[in-house]
């Protein structure tokens, strides 16, 4: 059993960290934190963690983080760059689901999310959180920057064929879309049910966030830069991320043979048979990413289809994961779930 | 561990049986049958499925379900009345979630369902799995009809004001609203997205069959006939139910005690505090009946809103429950379950 | 031609007068205003109008609406009630979308709004603008209180049964459904999609804004107080409303006829075949409100089903109704507008 | 006033077609057929068009559609090509909304559509109708061939770069996201609303029928063969195609000049301004194709986003438009439609 806690429990990754931890059988929840509804029950606000979760929301100045064993940061960002450095120092094991730590170059990532960082030490420390990559690196780890939830999608995506080599990387695409749930809670007009039901769009085509984090991560692949062009797109779903990417194949190469070895030990990457076409509600509430591969007119266009739950594997499950991994469980432990279709 | 059988898993009721029973730790799924898809892995066809049920489907013919010891019925009406007998006399106990065992009244029965019933004398014998009212008979059970998804919601809903005796009988309302998994997983034109999003109707509002199964609910628990008029409506949901259900009160009562102590102990029954709204996402996926009422201005109306989710509470999760009373698990084996938010 | 002032188009009322009023051929847009976004092109906000709308959002200070022949106002409450007196005193006509004149008992109105009324004389003079009860007076009316959108839905459902006293007024219920449009475009988490999408629940059933306006409208029907009860519940739809309304029949009555009789004339109210279910979509951008019944099992409850656009017969299109009517307009005017299905 | 009909009218596009014809104020519609349905009322299936349209369905073999002045088919593929000849004989001008004369190479035709032709000879007169593109040709034609909806958002993306001279066309991709109603109103399992809302899918990445009549478009527009991708997706939307091109520039230009005098006399082409993200629902219900266009990180990559409604410019409003130029009538004519936001 360890002590968990939670900073900032009323957003969706909140809640979701929550449904997870609630039955997973070595932690104990310890504390959730939230500024603004210090005091209100948890289940009151999520009544779906009626009967599961009796803590209230405490206030942060008051809530005894430092003895915990990991805290959770599902804060926005540049609060868990903050408090990570005295969490550290007092022997817990910190794992920020927001952007604060996932980039290396601290000038990009100044650039993209407009501060300064407030621990630059911190950033070279922390272990980006994507197991089927970085595994070994995480088990060690005090620091872990969880993964954004398009970055997971597309590198995990892109990565067998950027290993192995086979793939141009003077042209990388990635059309991505997302459920509306990745908007956060937080009141907005865009994300009002009037306005994203029934439409679909595209949004920052000429630049989003998660580009330098992909960029960063394709390169590590690939051993070299690459040129990468990324659409998000907003689809009226709650939850998901459907990824279709586009690479030019250099080499002859058996693409489902590359996909199944790369992933053939990963107990949240399932590689489809050749030809289908996964749908995002396959893996709703699940931690999986499910992949498949498509050649069109067999040219040396490879189109590959990566979906996760966005809030699952593409944040909470992810972050339950590499907690998991770093305290010598299971890795699936309290992840065993089944994508809810219909 | 018990060997489990399933006929007819094509359907909606089937996938969200082999979500729940996948991962139920006393039960070993030994066949799931479909003549239309025999050969076919259950995992082509629902791949949430995929690494979690190797299965494929069996003939009915030549599934061994004699040597299961229970079989579940996801069929069609009309079918598990064929087969329940023979099953029953090989010694495997059977659960059947279509409605051939749930109508007492022969007559009734095939007056709504349109057939003569093949077996009658196993309506008599079959107990109605509602487990908040039948738990007793349920543990002894060798049949079990599993009630409808509307008459679930419905029932819970009056039950405590029922069974105190405090609403006037001569004029029930329950006004359904159902997702449209409801209609089943069969092509229809009416259950196609281009026709059913975005759009609410009623439907059925001159006769339902589920409301002569609810009539016998609720005469049941208030010990003489009653006056109860139904109208069910189509809503743009996936999954889930929301009964509001209209009665006068005739006594002074204390309503939210009446509720509180019908379902004290019942671990799939939630009553929330005096002036809660239930939404049905708060149990999406979840085997939890969640439960509220209303007085509007201080008369002698009284409100009930009563939320489920059709397959799961007002299908599969309830027939997993009757599984686990019959066969002495705990209630609550496998059905831990917390709603999908958001 | 007539020119028309907008006062708050930022919101769906606005948005909808904008799409109704740029096709109508008697109107020349004069101006619309919105203080926060004074300079803005409406067309920038709603890019459906690009091509159709030139204006820009004028300040309200500096807007000439004294020069306009009629102003909507499409504001929160309680802004209206600020401004008709000067308008009318220059000789602008005025309809008010909001709710600030729709109820005659001042005490009524401040306790269900929250505030003072700042002209309680123009509240007599108002008249209520459901042309299918008031047409006369709307004539030569000075100022329209554009019923709610509930309201519109409950009345006219409700309406052919009372003024003819064949219903038992001591127990009347209109369980009412209404798209999430309804809550208006303004930030909230509630109408978030991640919130309001895939889910379904009642609110404000212990007291809504709209029950004593339609208590009101019910009262004078029947000619006598009525005991009413009014659920209404959010449902995933962008527009639509759709009423179920529960009355006891006292006489014998041919309630077909009734029905087609009360509305033979009516350009907006379509009395559908006995035993049909109307569907929102049918009237999804019409200004038709759809209506049928059923008496299940030949009893003396009668089923009213009423489906109306919220925005358009629910707001905007009963609005531009209203002005029709008053200007000498042909009454459907700019209004012949086909829902859209699918 | 010319005298219309209409072959198949129980599909989308069907009611769609009735749904502009009925309010043109230069259309009689004489006949709509249906041999299913011969008889029964076209506003019984399709309840928005009650009031609006008076017609039943009439049997195919009866219809006097030899005395029209035009007939559309709104039927499946391979229906048109039977019937077209004797009418096109009898002086009746014909306009097929489905594929049969869409594409030039009949080797090509059939491959794809898996059936022998049946009236060459009239492949070669059909006139491709994207008035955009061959308004001369169409104003004479007796035949059009009306455009897919696929085809529609892609081709008018990418026709200023192509015809311009400035894309690489060794590497053009369409990706594009398609609402259910794409699919049809034929019952299937595949389009049930309990299957694809909150999902997203790709479908058919190894190959779609409206690759090669959009690759006949790109290789026209360029002068020379292309190499094209195209990925569809299915998108939990009722109407709305969104289609995201990407190309490489290979000259230096000013696209948003290039797209803006390319399109500065088009009724129903909607350039927005540098930097814009076109909605779907910008366009429901509308016959106007908006489109913008990005250049992420000021790369050689240009990223084209065009939006149509896949029922009105995608089908139906097409098809009035190029009746309109056929006819001589103004080619906005009734298909002056506000997109219908929220």
């Known amino acids: 059993m360890i002590k968990v806690g939670i900073v900032g429990g009323t957003g969706y990754t909140g809640v979701e960290l929550l449904r997870l931890l609630a039955l997973h059988p070595q932690v104990e929840l310890a504390a959730i934190t939230s500024r603004k509804e210090a005091g209100m029950r948890v289940a009151d606000m999520f009544p779906n963690l009626r009967g599961h979760v009796d803590l209230a929301f405490s206030d942060p ?94 590198q995990l995506g892109f990565l067998p064929l950027l290993a192995a080599g086979v793939a141009d990387t003077s042209c990388l695409i990635a059309d991505a879309k997302s459920g509306v749930s990745g908007a956060g809670r937080g009141a907005s007009v865009r994300a009002l049910f009037a306005e994203s039901a029934d439409s679909f769009a595209a949004y920052g085509a000429s630049g989003h966030r998660h580009l330098p984090e992909i960029s960063q991560g394709l390169a590590g692949f690939s051993g070299k830069n690459v040129n990468f062009t990324f659409v998000p797109h907003l689809t009226p779903l709650i939850r998901g991320i459907h990824a279709t990417l586009y690479a030019r194949v250099t080499h002859g190469v058996d693409i489902q043979a590359l996909f199944e070895q790369r992933y053939q030990n990963e107990p949240f990457v399932d590689v489809m048979p050749a030809g289908s076409h996964p749908e995002t509600r396959s893996v709703r509430g699940a931690n999986t990413c499910r992949i498949s591969w498509h050649r069109p007119q067999n040219g040396d266009m490879v189109v590959v289809l990566s979906v996760i739950d966005n809030l699952v594997k593409g944040a909470a499950g992810q972050a339950v994961q590499n907690m998991n991994i770093m305290f010598g469980f299971a890795e699936s432990m309290g992840l065993e779930l089944i994508g809810l279709l219909p």
């Not at 990570?84 to 910190?94: I, K, S, T």
């Not at 501060?115 to 595994?135: I, S």
């Open 61 to 154: 100045e008051q809530a005894d983080l430092a003895s915990c064993d990991v805290v959770f940061f599902a804060t926005p960002n540049g609060i868990a760059m903050q408090q990570a450095r005295e969490l550290l120092a007092a022997g817990v094991r910190v794992i920020d689901l927001a952007a604060d730590f996932r980039i290396k170059d601290l000038v990009v990532w100044s650039k993209w999310y407009g501060m300064e960082h407030a621990c630059p030490e911190l950033v070279e420390e922390a272990v980006y959180g994507l197991p089927e990559v970085n595994r070994e690196q995480i088990k060690t780890a005090r620091l872990i920057a969880n993964p954004g939830c398009y970055p997971t999608a597309v």
